[in-house]
């Protein structure tokens, strides 16, 4: 089964706040990776982090790799009504829990409303 | 560069019936791979190519799943028999590169619903 726990499940905010979630493990991860999903489509990666206590900007999104490697956050400012959708985490576990690069684990992932 | 295509989007079918799914990566990307998604869930593994080789399986497809990808460019997975338990949304993605930790990009998902 799944090994990421995200939180929160589903978040409501106003357009213009800043919003965070996170993501953790009781695995090791060598690779954490943020995508965002819009209904009836895949999903497209948003940041890659590669190393423990990596910090990523990517526009208003920023994302941090944990250093114990077992968690990840990533925050959203400014929201736009065009954020809705859900955030999921993911990584390929470490190969000493199983796992292997090419293998993704993804979590359950955090809905976002946005209302304008 | 047109990303991952995949083919059908959606697909009813009877239980029992066989279904196949294509999924095409993107130009020059050597790894292929087949994720389920059901409901309220994230993507789950199922089997990654490398190349024309299937070098992975999950313990989720089962004898009645099968996944190929003859000349190393498209790919098709195949269901027999469906049941209900196989409804949802099945997702390619492909990577290029040897370390596998390039980056994965996703299609958008054939969506299966079986009666």
């Known amino acids: 089964g799944q090994q990421l726990n995200q939180s929160p499940q589903s978040m409501f905010i106003q357009e213009g706040e800043d919003v965070s979630m996170n993501c953790t493990s009781s695995?090791?991860?060598?690779?954490w990776l943020w995508y965002k999903q819009d209904p009836g489509e895949g999903p497209v990666l948003l940041i890659a982090l590669y190393k423990a206590g990596e910090l990523t900007s990517n526009g208003r999104l920023t994302a941090q790799f944990g250093i114990t490697r077992k968690d990840s956050f990533l925050n959203i400012s400014a929201s736009i009504p065009s954020d809705v959708g859900i955030y999921f985490c993911a990584g390929p576990l470490a190969p000493n829990s199983g796992g292997s690069n090419y293998k993704l684990t993804f979590g359950k992932g955090t809905l976002l409303t946005v209302n304008p | 560069d047109t990303g991952v295509s995949q083919d059908p989007r959606h697909k009813i079918t009877k239980r029992g019936q066989n279904v196949t799914f294509r999924c095409d990566p993107i130009?020059?990307?050597?790894?292929l791979y087949w994720y389920r998604q059901t409901l309220g869930q994230g993507p789950e593994f199922l089997t990654y190519f490398q190349n024309e080789a299937q070098l992975e399986k999950s313990r989720l497809l089962s004898d009645r799943f099968s996944a190929e990808r003859p000349k190393g460019s498209f790919s098709t997975l195949e269901i027999q028999r469906t049941e209900q338990g196989d409804s949802a949304m099945y997702l390619c993605?492909?990577?290029?590169?040897?370390?596998?930790?390039?980056?994965?990009?996703f299609g958008p998902g054939t969506r299966l619903l079986v009666l």
């Open positions: 993605a492909s990577s290029r590169g040897t370390s596998g930790l390039e980056t994965q990009y």
């Open positions: 130009s020059e990307h050597n790894r």
């Open positions: 695995s090791i991860f060598n690779t």
